[in-house]
């Protein structure tokens, strides 16, 4: 898979790794764009593979071993104590036959931003004096050459201000220490201390690892104007509380700034991957958090607006992205469709959410370029064709499709602009075609195809890409957009998705298991998609269809609790059984912004929020089933103002703070 490179540096998915690249599911992650830590659950970074600090794309430090009296400390824990942080602890034992108690206990605060904190406490019965040397070096290797085997080799160090310093045709690093060392050895990248320890003492040192001509990284999430609101989750299921926590945690860890806007943010796909702009990620990540505030989803159509292509071409009113691999049975599909389409329903669904009218207004001209592009591309046909021209019409672009006209000439009305009836014409041909040509009858009671060729021939396959027919968008009064499919099909797709076949028990298969072609790790064939998972929960709960909705929230909170609430975007789809786990997928983004969102989006959608903040109304329409017992959900954000909601085990919901003027619809 190829992503564009971006300011915050370049991030591909690694087509081939080397024997020696550790996999991303077996590191700690620490993330505060542009900066991020890697290391192993040992706490040494020992330049092997991944390991190491980065800024903007770019290993600053690759190696930073520490050793006590000659000697590598014995690592006993390590764990994620923020998204931005870990703390790794190790103990020394330095008194030979001193039996099996440790003298000294090391503890590492390993930060995002290129600082570690070094802390040393005596657990010794005598005093102790203990020389500490911390061994240090970089390639200033790209993060995309290194996922690649192509990283360089170590640089040569100099000794500069209290630490060291590297640097390359490409740039430089340095490595400061506080306390300064007492020795600093260039040719081996060494800092030298030696501290005295009382009984019971404790010593501390402090490394500051900077990329040269960059000063200290100042992570957007971590700032006072950070866009998302820190909403909050109690209830009866124990995993309520810690998902929102970490979703809201690690989605701030992956914001960041428009360097020629910095008033507008936007999300990061992943780490380690995909640090950058993934157009369609972000736009799917800032619709999913909608309930936590519309500032994210305004600085994310913003800078997206200013990517639009213009001109007298084809292409013309297009987001463009890069193309996505679509497994064997399709072509590569372009994310740049998806988010040409996903613009304007944002935009019309943020205004529900509270977005300014101003706001909305300024920018209503690039959705309606959005709009103009599908009009024409798709011309005198029905369909829309991925990637044009000529290539498939997939099931999931005329999901996309339909909603952007449906949402687009809902928002074009609003503002009293033109095209919003030509869109409705065109959505209800779209509708009437598909329920017919999409749709195969078979002995099971039928399914939707994935794509029709441009043959016309249908593929056959079920996957997880026909959620997206049930994610048919916000209108006016609370009420859901007209979806593709009748009542009859809706309630076939949900049964199929509520079958074993898709329902691994840990969440939504993206392939069925009885496809040609399925594989359990398949990133497109098999594997659990996050967002795709909470979309299929939301949309099947909207659609009256709880006890497949719930099955699925079950299993995908079941699967949060085994990696410690921290989603990754996907994970093999396995079946569930009795005492087992989900296995990682050894290539995904953890954290992942729309695996960050998925989590408020599940709990938003069981308390059934659907604001419309132009008309004054916030309808509620709760899961009755409370799969997960009573929930409440605070800190959120209607109409730009505080909004919490109670949803007992009944499924009756009580509206505990919201804005005045708001008028509760049920």
């Known amino acids: 898979m190829t992503v564009g490179k971006t300011s915050a540096g370049p991030a591909p998915r690694p087509a081939a790794t080397g024997s020696e690249l550790p996999p991303a599911h077996s590191v700690i992650i620490c993330v505060g764009l542009p900066g991020l830590a890697i290391s192993t659950d040992q706490g040494q970074l020992n330049g092997h593979g991944l390991e190491g600090f980065y800024r903007a794309g770019r290993r600053v430090l690759s190696r930073c071993q520490i050793r006590i009296a000659g000697r590598e400390p014995l690592a006993v824990q390590a764990r994620t104590t923020a998204a931005d942080r870990a703390r790794f602890v190790a103990t020394a034992r330095l008194s030979p036959g001193g039996g099996p108690d440790p003298d000294v206990v090391v503890e590492r605060t390993r930060h995002a931003d290129g600082t570690e904190r070094i802390t040393l406490h005596s657990a010794a019965v005598r005093p102790l004096r203990l020389p500490v040397e911390v061994a240090l070096g970089t390639d200033l290797a790209d993060l995309g050459a290194i996922a690649s085997g192509r990283a360089g080799p170590e640089l040569s160090a100099s000794v500069h201000d209290s630490g060291l310093r590297w640097s390359c045709a490409a740039g430089g690093s340095s490595v400061t220490a506080d306390p300064p060392p007492s020795d600093a050895l260039a040719s081996a990248g060494l800092l030298r201390w030696e501290f005295d320890l009382p009984p019971g003492g404790t010593a501390g040192l402090e490394l500051r690892v900077r990329l040269d001509g960059a000063g200290p990284v100042r992570a957007a999430g971590r700032a006072a104007t950070s866009p998302l609101a820190s909403a909050r989750a109690t209830g009866d299921h124990p995993a309520i509380r810690p998902l929102l926590d970490t979703s809201i945690d690690d989605l701030q860890s992956l914001l960041l700034r428009d360097p020629a806007h910095p008033t507008d943010t936007h999300l990061a796909a992943g780490a380690p991957w995909r640090c950058g702009l993934a157009p369609a990620d972000a736009l799917v990540a800032a619709r999913m958090t909608l309930p936590l505030g519309t500032r994210l989803a305004a600085g994310t159509l913003r800078t997206l607006a200013r990517t639009q292509l213009r001109g007298q071409t084809a292409r013309s009113g297009m987001i463009p992205g890069p193309r996505r691999d679509a497994g064997a049975h399709l072509p590569a599909g ?333």
């Not at 912004?593 to 604001?611: D, K, Y």
């Not at 509620?620 to 007992?648: M, N, W, Y």
């Open 334 to 666: 372009c994310t740049g469709t998806e988010a040409t389409l996903l613009f304007p329903a944002l935009l019309a669904e943020a205004s529900r959410w509270g977005l300014s009218r101003q706001e909305t207004e300024e920018l209503l001209p690039t959705a309606e370029r959005c709009l103009g592009w599908l009009r024409a591309t798709v011309g005198e046909g029905t369909y829309l064709c991925d990637p044009q021209p000529g290539g498939a019409a997939r099931c999931e672009t005329q999901a996309h499709a339909h909603r952007a006209a449906v949402l687009g000439a809902d928002l074009l009305d609003a503002f009293d602009r033109p095209g919003g009836a030509a869109l409705r014409q065109w959505a209800h041909e779209l509708r009437s075609a598909f329920r017919e040509e999409f749709w195969v009858d078979d002995r099971g009671g039928g399914r939707p195809a994935a794509a029709r060729a441009p043959d016309g021939r249908l593929v056959l396959q079920l996957g997880a890409a026909a959620v997206h027919l049930l994610d048919t968008g916000l209108l006016g009064g609370g009420e859901q957009a007209p979806g593709l499919l009748d009542r009859a099909q809706t309630e076939q797709l949900a049964r199929l998705l509520g079958s074993p076949v898709m329902d691994s028990g840990w969440g939504l298969r993206g392939l069925g298991t009885k496809e040609a072609g399925y594989n359990p790790f398949g990133h497109r064939t098999g594997a659990v998609r996050v967002h795709e998972t909470a979309i299929a929960v939301a949309g099947l709960a909207a659609a009256g269809y709880e006890k497949e909705a719930g099955s699925l929230l079950r299993g995908l909170l079941a699967a949060a609790e085994t990696f410690g609430h921290r989603l990754p975007e996907m994970y093999a789809g396995e079946q569930r059984t009795d005492g087992s786990a989900p296995l990682p997928h050894p290539a995904a983004c953890r954290p992942a912004a729309t695996a960050a969102a998925a989590g408020v989006l599940l709990l938003s959608a069981l308390a059934g929020i659907r604001p419309d903040a132009p008309a004054g109304t916030v309808t509620l329409r709760p899961v009755r089933s409370a799969p997960l017992g009573e929930i409440g959900l605070t800190g959120l954000r209607v109409a730009g103002a505080p909004f919490s909601v109670r949803v007992s085990r009944l499924g009756l919901a009580v509206v505990e703070e919201a804005d005045g003027r708001l008028q509760l619809r049920s």
